[in-house]
């Protein structure tokens, strides 16, 4: 492990979508000047959300959320840090869940207080065996100035710089309390240059990493001049101090106080301050321990009343000698005051610079012919923010031209004209055209995309995938025509097959599907694979060509992505049927009574 | 907390309702009553299955958390000779027994409200073992003797055999170094057995979350196992997952520890509700100087600072409030303290320190807000006790949070001296003594 805790490129997955420590924590990088957010995720178990919204100083920025610390970390590898915002009931599993992946983490922080004793105990050996350094559980955490600061620690944003806590000074700092530890910050301020690296180590019982991991790594941190230890009463951690002191390991001045001296005066009934507070022998005691400190060389002072006067005189020393020089302040951004969230989110196309642009290309720059884009790059960049290679937005182009119309018979081109016959608008007519589009009308793209897909994920044979879908009760959607067969094949078929043949990379969904067609349509001849299968299935087969995971294409057909092309396209031929209807200016439409069956029963009375 | 200690009754039934699970190959039968008088003793002995306490000789000693019973004389096993403790004999005792307070040797005092009643075992000194286990350190330690009863404290080093259990060492590794670790003195028939017990004591002690079990003495005969006096503590964390297995657990008050006061348990209870931390600990009641501090680490601080100053006599309560409670709660927490810092009389006056770190997220002004309405509460109370109030704090809105605190005191016409982050923590305890 480096020597430095945490840099200016640490990122941290946030276990808990703690809206207000993560908001501090943005705060704090903005103020820095970090380049990228320190928090890259947030687990959120319960959460249906893809993202949250965030403050990074007057703007917005969107952080992703994910349901577990699995998918969160397969986005985020470089997020070497997890914060462990969950309860004392699940801190323990979500802390181990996170040793097992291996190097992914470098640092756990643990906050939970009250963690089973011996679950606590299991976790930080699991860490310790694994190299993970685990700060808590207990704990407000830890901060490196300038660079990196968990959730809360340090308090507010105001107080973060009143401390000198946007960047480096020259001490190193560990606590127990998260409370004091604040408070010692603003003493270091006040009386020496600010902090290098500081940690609370928690006040649990069994906390991951203690005083001496803590300073020893602090000795390495060139960054760190001189160390200031807060203990407190109970426990021996701080004579591993006094150990590494006495042995030489520590070499940096080193200023130390234990709180808890009242305990003295009290038999043990009464708990003092945190958990792991209580002096169960003589040498546990505050007292004793100041003492040791102070015979080992350690700086102690009289009482924490006179601790201030204590840095200073060391820091001063630390001056003169040269080995602390003079820190030039940075330039400070301030967060806005009041800031609003905004109500809509934008990620496709942007109105607010010279030109409008489609996912960032200027519309002049995909618009005219010589730009040599066509309507399938413009679809490319507004519906998926990518640009797709040519044979894939050819491909859109050809499945655009041949969904655009289907003849006057089918029901959406029906009510379209029936509704231009009504003397209605055009967009009027043809929202009443779109309308009908849906499971049953369209809906063969997607039901095949989505069926076939499953099929094949699941490697069922076209004998297993007929049995699944019978079962179902469901038609195999994408199989069957109305008179076409494998002997009279349909065109548009077969010109959507020989171009993906010639151009996609590959057709591995195409191909299943064909094997599902040798069996049905040696059931039925007219069993054939329809012109809407052989969208759907193309359509998966581009995006796995693109290289989409199986997860994105789901989500794909999941959100109707297929049926847009459906309802895009279908618009060109029902937009041509109104404009039909006006140019005929045929008169309001009545169905012919003899079309009708009525069979209308006098109504029963309900008693 | 999170170490509580149980009474010995319900450690054994514990180790009886577990009994199948853990101790294969040896049998305990469980026969303890837990009573709070003589005559709960007698109407037991008529309800089914508790027959015994009138067929066998009896044993009878206080249930209350206290240990060396046997010194303080507190075990009822002979009359005229041992085994011969009738029902009648343990009723009559238990009613002397709580007929006066009781001194122990430690000086404790207290009145005996609970006992615990069981069968004589007849034994030797030679079946009587020891066996505890806890953690020390980052391990659990397993302790064996060939030697039980009250002596053991003696001679520790020679006597008792640890076993160090690393807490990710494996199954076979802790029963190989068990077996290694069976007490030499106990007699070479008896090893194997007791090693297998004490394995599987140890699981048992672990699978339940014990912070601490012994028993002293474990009395063996054959593969009859005797639990004469035990001693365990939970682990109270652990809580949540144990309740099946711990049933429902009582966690008592040590004898001798005075009960709480109304005061402290009414805060005990709030705590135990609220998702934010309350303490309260009355230290002496006709003490001068009083604290409301937030924070775990700053009201030891501001402890630390009084006594070195003014003497621990003058420090009237410990205790804090942290972790964001809300106004009401805090609103409750001030009067508690402001509602006992005006029953006694002190003729300098009374200093009330309401002092605090740097928070990290709690609301300086919100909390303040409940604070504030407890002044206007006891605002004529406090200044017929001549309170001097000194408010330190920072934090969160700490600028508001000052700024209406010293608003009410001068509407009020309390005397108040109010401190941010710029003065040290605890320099307003030096402050408030010089006046």
Known sequence: ?607 | MAQRAIREYDGKAIFAKHWNDYFSGFHYSFKSVLVTSADELREKAKEHGFEWLNQEPLVAKPDMLFGKRGKNDLVLFKVEKPGDVTLEDAAKWIEEKQSHEVTLLTGQKGMLTHFIVEPFTPHTQEQEYYISATVVDNDDVLYMSAEGGMEVEEGWEEKVNEVRIPINMSDEEMERAVRANVPAGIPDEAKERFGSFAIQFFKFYRDLNFAYLEINPIVMIGNDMHILDLVARLDDTAGFMMKEKWGDIEFPTPFGMEDMSPEEKAIAEADAKSGASLKLTILNPEGRIWTMVAGGGASVVYADTIADLAGVKDLANYGEYSGGPTESETQFYAETIFDLMTRYEDPRGKILIIGGAIANFTDVAKTFTGIIKALDKYADKLKEHKTKIYVRRGGPNYEKGLKDIKDAAERLGLYMEVYGPDTHVTDIVRMALEK
């Open chain 1, 1 to 607: 492990m480096s020597s430095r805790l945490f840099t200016k490129d640490t990122q941290a997955i946030f276990w808990n979508n703690n809206k207000s420590a993560i908001q501090r924590m943005l705060d704090y990088d903005y103020v820095i000047g970090r380049e990228k957010p320190s928090v890259a995720a947030i687990v959120a178990p319960t959460s249906s959300n893809k993202f949250e919204k965030f403050f990074y100083g007057p703007d917005e920025i969107m952080v992703p959320l994910y349901r577990n610390t699995a998918d969160a970390v397969s986005e985020h590898k470089s997020a070497d840090v997890l914060l462990n915002f969950a309860s004392f009931r699940t801190a323990y599993d979500v802390s181990m869940e996170a040793i097992n992946m291996g190097d992914q983490f470098k640092t756990i922080m643990v906050t939970a207080e009250g963690i089973p004793e011996r679950l606590a105990r299991k976790m930080n050996q699991a860490a310790k065996d694994n190299g993970i350094l685990i700060i808590g559980p207990a704990t407000v955490g830890a901060i490196t100035p300038g660079a990196f600061k968990i959730a809360n620690i340090g308090g507010t944003i105001e107080n973060i710089i009143n401390s000198k806590l946007h960047r480096a000074g020259s001490a190193g700092l560990v606590t127990r309390s998260g409370g004091l530890f604040n408070e010692l910050c603003n003493i270091i301020s006040l009386n020496a240059d600010g902090v290098a690296e500081g940690v609370a180590i928690g006040g649990d019982r069994f906390v991951g990493s203690v005083f001496i991991d803590h300073l020893l790594r602090m000795e390495e941190n060139p960054d760190v001049k001189y160390m200031i230890l807060l203990g407190e009463v109970g426990g021996t951690e701080e004579y591993k101090v006094i150990e590494a002191v006495k042995s030489g390991k520590i070499k940096k001045p080193v200023i130390a106080w234990c709180i808890g001296t009242i305990a003295k005066h009290f038999s043990s009934g009464v708990q003092f301050g945190h958990a792991g507070a209580s002096a169960n022998a003589e040498r546990e005691t505050a007292e004793a321990k100041n003492a040791a400190m102070r015979e080992a060389g350690i700086h102690v002072p009289n009482s924490f009343n006179d601790l201030p006067a204590l840095i200073n005189q060391v820091y001063t020393d630390l001056r003169k000698e040269g080995v602390i020089t003079e820190i030039e302040e940075p330039e400070v951004r301030s967060i806005p005051k009041n800031r609003k969230p905004k109500n809509f989110i934008c990620t496709i196309s942007d109105d607010r610079g010279e030109e409008a642009t489609y996912a960032g290309f200027p519309i002049s720059s995909v618009a005219t012919p010589d730009t040599g884009k066509g309507i399938g790059d413009v679809i490319s960049l507004l519906w998926f923010k990518k640009q797709y290679p040519k044979w894939a937005t050819d491909f859109i182009e050809t499945v655009l031209k041949t969904v655009a119309d289907h003849g006057p018979a089918v029901s959406g081109a029906h009510n379209a004209k029936v509704t231009a016959r009504a003397g209605k608008s055009v967009v009027e007519c043809l929202v009443t055209g779109l309308l009908t589009i849906g499971p049953r009308f369209g809906g063969a793209i997607d039901g095949a995309a989505k069926y076939f897909k499953y099929a094949n994920d699941n490697n069922m044979t076209p004998q297993e995938f007929l049995a699944y879908m019978k079962k179902e009760g469901i038609p195999i959607p994408g199989i069957g025509h109305r008179i076409k067969s494998l002997r009279n094949p349909d065109k548009r078929v077969e010109g959507l097959k020989k171009f993906a043949n010639e151009y996609f990379p590959s057709t591995s969904l195409l191909d299943y599907a064909l094997t599902v067609e040798q069996l049905t349509t040696s059931k039925k001849d007219n069993l054939i694979l329809n012109v809407d299968g052989t969208i759907g299935i193309l359509m998966v087969d581009m995006w796995r060509a693109l290289g989409y995971t199986e997860e994105e294409i789901d989500e794909f057909i999941e959100s109707g992505t297929l049926n847009s092309f459906f309802i895009l396209g279908r618009t060109i031929g029902f937009i041509g049927h109104v404009l039909d209807e006006k140019r005929l200016a045929m008169p309001m439409y009545r169905h012919p009574m003899d079309d009708i069956l009525y069979d209308v029963q006098p109504a029963e009375k309900i008693q």
